[in-house]
């Protein structure tokens, strides 16, 4: 199992370089203006692209980036946004915004999603069933954000119960609006796979001996059908947590959430894109990404013993 | 000799006796007697087609996407404004009147139900999602903006499918090492959210049509490759590709006459994924604001234009947000569909 760990760990941290290195080229070798010539003399642009480093050859400003970015986790200024204030000072702020937002929905999404997906298992052909058909459908053809829309419509302007816009002073009472719209999606389609997953083992042979020799009940449920039923409901989870960055871009956009999501349409729709918080936005995207993926690789291999065997064989 | 006349005799009479009448042939009607078409002999598409029309909600879906583009394609042109036109209308005392912000209006119906006409400004035009805050038709604006949407889409997958699936194919075909280093130029691909592929073309694209449908091909061609491989590694062992090879067929040939052929199944059911996603994305990079620029518009858009004004005038956003969810639905139900037919279990036979 550590070998196997070792392994996934290491080809992650190679995938996330050659991520960061293409990034990095991209954003430099493209045309493409970090400064709003307009505003600025020629002289002044030179000045500022040598103090930038923007003149060196790219193995070494790659180079340099990589390395202050190690030693001092900095991410350089932004040129545009915030006045040029270094991006490693905004970043944190916005961070621990969307996560905190993000890490409601998407627990929220998978308890209740997991727990409808049982009930409606569990009462084939009934109302949660039927529940759980009608959720997942719309979930599916309801794009989460017209989904927060419509609550934000009702519950904040028909009927005030949630404030219109987020406020990080009232952070539970401001983040269950968005934390809904965000989870529906995640939910659904946890509930929907839950109960597919459910149904298939609850029809094998091996449901059926074990409750021949006596078994019944919640030990049935959680000992025998959750956990065979679970293993896939994991690989679902990762495109969900996927979606919930792009799906959290418009959230944020909604309720005027200062997170990463506006920090990333700021720095591509404002005047003059800026680099780096581009970059900066970009690698931390991936690595959040990567780190997903891995993780529940792990999980994955932690909850079907037979992916764990066949992978270190391989290796 | 007698008893032979005797059994003629008796012949005679019985057929004279009873002669069948009409209604002794009357089918059973109360009996559920249907053609057996699983077990059939017949051809795999035709059986596929059969299966397919059997499913209502697929059906549905198939008559809603129908629709939809029908509309798409006659509906900007039927209402008599244009898309980016700003309407005016003369008005009583000759004065030109910009007719924004009206809720949709059909005189007809406005007559029935009070039993007088308009009294204000605009007299019998018609519109039936209402105008914009510029004053632009919005039945027009929506429908141009599903056919935006749509082309989008169906551009960008059919690329999509061409470059995804040669290179699952060739990928899967030649294998070692040349498939080790194709694969892990996937994964590394795969990793990069979508996002920031978007965010880098930002840096040196112009906001638009274009940024949109370059950001789709970066990505929905992973899936596409993925199936195709798949399917390659399945086919490659069998018999018939054996036998063309001994025949002298090259690889060219054995990879897109003997093998893409049957991999047109599978293909065909992520296909009828990708299309709402693509359709998807578009509306939410357009709502983001990365996406179409005015005056053009697409779903994505006129949802975020109605979004601004939703607090005071709430019904410019229903007709995109309707049609968008009803594309969405109809192309999920006909992706299930397809997929059902083309690969039936035994439960549903």
């Given at each position: 199992?550590?070998?196997?760990?070792?392994?996934?760990?290491?080809?992650?941290?190679i995938t996330l370089?050659?991520?960061?290195?293409?990034?990095?080229?991209?954003?430099?070798?493209?045309?493409g203006?970090?400064?709003?010539?307009e505003?600025?003399?020629a002289?002044?642009?030179a000045k500022?692209r040598?103090e930038m480093?923007?003149?060196?050859?790219m193995?070494?400003?790659?180079w340099?980036y990589?390395?202050t970015?190690?030693?001092?986790?900095?991410?350089?200024?932004g040129s545009a946004?915030?006045?040029g204030a270094?991006i490693?000072?905004?970043l944190?702020?916005a961070?621990s915004n969307?996560?905190?937002?993000?890490?409601?929905?998407?627990?929220f999404?998978?308890f209740?999603g997991l727990?409808?997906?049982?009930?409606?298992?569990?009462?084939?052909?009934?109302?949660w069933d039927?529940?759980?058909?009608v959720?997942?459908?719309?979930?599916?053809?309801?794009?989460?954000y017209?989904?927060?829309i419509?609550?934000q419509?009702?519950?904040a302007?028909?009927?005030?119960?949630?404030?219109?816009y987020f406020d990080?002073?009232?952070?539970?009472?401001s983040?269950?609006m968005?934390?809904?719209?965000?989870s529906l999606?995640?939910?659904s389609?946890?509930?929907?796979?839950?109960r597919?997953?459910?149904?298939e083992v609850?029809?094998s042979?091996y449901?059926?001996?074990?409750?021949a020799k006596?078994?019944?009940?919640?030990?049935l449920v959680t000992?025998?059908?959750l956990?065979n039923?679970l293993?896939?409901?994991?690989?679902?989870i990762a495109?969900?947590?996927v979606?919930?960055?792009?799906?959290?871009?418009?959230?944020e956009?909604i309720?005027?959430i200062?997170?990463?999501?506006?920090l990333?349409?700021?720095?591509?729709?404002?005047?003059?894109v800026d680099y780096?918080?581009v970059?900066?936005l970009?690698?931390?995207?991936?690595?959040?990404?990567?780190v997903?993926?891995l993780?529940?690789d792990?999980a994955y291999g932690?909850?079907?013993p037979?992916?764990?065997?066949s992978?270190?064989?391989e290796? | 000799?007698?008893?032979?006349?005797l059994?003629a005799?008796l012949?005679?009479?019985?057929?004279?006796?009873?002669?069948?009448?009409?209604e002794?042939?009357v089918?059973?009607?109360?009996?559920?007697?249907?053609?057996?078409r699983?077990y059939?002999?017949?051809g795999?598409?035709k059986?596929?087609f059969?299966?397919?029309?059997k499913?209502?909600?697929a059906v549905?879906g198939i008559?809603?996407i129908v629709?939809?583009?029908?509309?798409a394609?006659?509906g900007?042109?039927?209402?008599?404004?244009?898309?980016a036109?700003?309407?005016?209308i003369t008005?009583d005392?000759g004065k030109?009147?910009l007719?924004?912000?009206l809720?949709?209006r059909?005189p007809?119906?406005h007559?029935?139900?009070?039993?007088e006409?308009?009294?204000?400004?605009?007299?019998d035009?018609t519109?039936?999602f209402g105008?914009?805050t510029m004053?632009r038709?919005l039945?027009?604006?929506?429908?141009?903006?599903a056919?935006?949407?749509?082309?989008?889409a169906?551009?960008?997958?059919?690329?999509?499918m061409?470059?995804?699936m040669s290179?699952?194919l060739i990928?899967?075909?030649?294998?070692?090492?040349?498939?080790?280093?194709?694969?892990r130029?996937v994964?590394v691909a795969?990793s990069v959210?979508?996002?920031v592929i978007?965010?880098?073309?930002a840096?040196?694209?112009?906001?638009?049509?274009?940024?949109?449908i370059?950001?789709?091909?970066?990505t929905e061609?992973?899936?596409?490759s993925?199936i195709a491989?798949a399917e390659?590694?399945k086919?490659?062992?069998?018999?018939?590709?054996m036998a063309?090879k001994?025949?002298?067929a090259?690889?060219f040939?054995?990879i897109f006459?003997?093998v893409l052929p049957?991999?047109?199944?599978p293909?065909?059911t992520?296909?009828?994924?990708?299309?709402p996603?693509?359709?998807?994305?578009?509306?939410?990079l357009?709502?983001v604001?990365?996406?179409?620029?005015?005056p053009q518009c697409?779903i994505g858009s006129l949802i975020s234009d109605g979004?601004t004004n939703?607090?005071?005038?709430p019904?410019q956003?229903?007709?995109?947000?309707i049609?968008?969810?009803?594309?969405m639905?109809?192309?999920n139900?006909?992706?299930?569909?397809?997929?059902?037919?083309l690969?039936?279990?035994i439960?549903?036979?």
């Amino acid at each position: 199992m550590t070998k196997y760990i070792i392994k996934r760990v290491i080809m992650a941290l190679i995938t996330l370089l050659i991520i960061t290195f293409v990034l990095f080229l991209l954003v430099r070798i493209m045309p493409g203006n970090p400064f709003p010539s307009e505003r600025m003399s020629a002289a002044a642009i030179a000045k500022k692209r040598a103090e930038m480093g923007l003149d060196n050859p790219m193995m070494v400003q790659f180079w340099n980036y990589i390395k202050t970015l190690i030693t001092t986790g900095s991410f350089g200024n932004g040129s545009a946004l915030y006045n040029g204030a270094p991006i490693s000072s905004v970043l944190p702020v916005a961070m621990s915004n969307s996560f905190r937002i993000g890490g409601i929905a998407i627990l929220f999404g998978v308890f209740v999603g997991l727990i409808l997906g049982i009930a409606a298992a569990l009462n084939r052909g009934h109302f949660w069933d039927v529940f759980c058909t009608v959720l997942s459908i719309i979930g599916v053809c309801v794009p989460s954000y017209v989904f927060m829309i419509f609550l934000q419509y009702f519950f904040a302007y028909k009927v005030t119960i949630f404030p219109f816009y987020f406020d990080s002073a009232r952070f539970l009472h401001s983040a269950i609006m968005p934390a809904l719209s965000l989870s529906l999606f995640s939910m659904s389609t946890v509930a929907r796979f839950t109960r597919n997953e459910m149904v298939e083992v609850m029809d094998s042979d091996y449901v059926l001996l074990a409750s021949a020799k006596g078994m019944y009940g919640t030990k049935l449920v959680t000992k025998h059908i959750l956990r065979n039923a679970l293993i896939p409901i994991v690989t679902v989870i990762a495109p969900l947590i996927v979606d919930l960055l792009t799906g959290a871009l418009v959230v944020e956009k909604i309720y005027g959430i200062n997170g990463i999501g506006k920090l990333m349409v700021d720095s591509i729709t404002g005047e003059g894109v800026d680099y780096n918080y581009v970059l900066a936005l970009g690698i931390l995207y991936s690595a959040l990404y990567i780190v997903i993926m891995l993780i529940l690789d792990i999980a994955y291999g932690l909850l079907d013993p037979r992916i764990r065997v066949s992978s270190s064989k391989e290796g | 000799m007698k008893k032979k006349n005797l059994k003629a005799s008796l012949n005679a009479a019985a057929v004279e006796a009873y002669i069948p009448k009409d209604e002794d042939f009357v089918l059973e009607m109360d009996q559920d007697i249907t053609t057996d078409r699983n077990y059939a002999s017949q051809g795999f598409w035709k059986g596929v087609f059969t299966r397919f029309f059997k499913n209502v909600r697929a059906v549905i879906g198939i008559v809603i996407i129908v629709l939809i583009i029908i509309l798409a394609v006659i509906g900007p042109n039927i209402s008599g404004h244009g898309y980016a036109e700003v309407i005016k209308i003369t008005n009583d005392s000759g004065k030109k009147v910009l007719a924004k912000s009206l809720p949709p209006r059909i005189p007809g119906l406005h007559k029935l139900f009070t039993g007088e006409d308009y009294d204000d400004d605009f007299g019998d035009s018609t519109f039936l999602f209402g105008t914009d805050t510029m004053g632009r038709d919005l039945w027009t604006r929506v429908w141009y903006g599903a056919r935006v949407s749509l082309l989008i889409a169906f551009v960008t997958i059919i690329i999509d499918m061409i470059i995804g699936m040669s290179y699952g194919l060739i990928s899967g075909f030649f294998g070692g090492v040349a498939d080790v280093i194709m694969q892990r130029f996937v994964e590394v691909a795969n990793s990069v959210p979508r996002l920031v592929i978007v965010g880098v073309l930002a840096t040196f694209m112009t906001k638009g049509i274009w940024l949109v449908i370059v950001a789709l091909l970066l990505t929905e061609w992973i899936g596409m490759s993925k199936i195709a491989r798949a399917e390659m590694l399945k086919i490659k062992e069998q018999e018939y590709i054996m036998a063309s090879k001994t025949l002298g067929a090259n690889n060219f040939t054995i990879i897109f006459k003997d093998v893409l052929p049957n991999t047109i199944g599978p293909i065909i059911t992520q296909i009828m994924f990708s299309i709402p996603t693509a359709i998807f994305t578009e509306a939410f990079l357009s709502f983001v604001g990365v996406g179409i620029v005015l005056p053009q518009c697409s779903i994505g858009s006129l949802i975020s234009d109605g979004f601004t004004n939703i607090t005071t005038l709430p019904y410019q956003i229903l007709p995109p947000i309707i049609v968008l969810a009803l594309l969405m639905l109809a192309f999920n139900f006909v992706g299930d569909g397809v997929r059902e037919a083309l690969a039936p279990r035994i439960e549903d036979m």
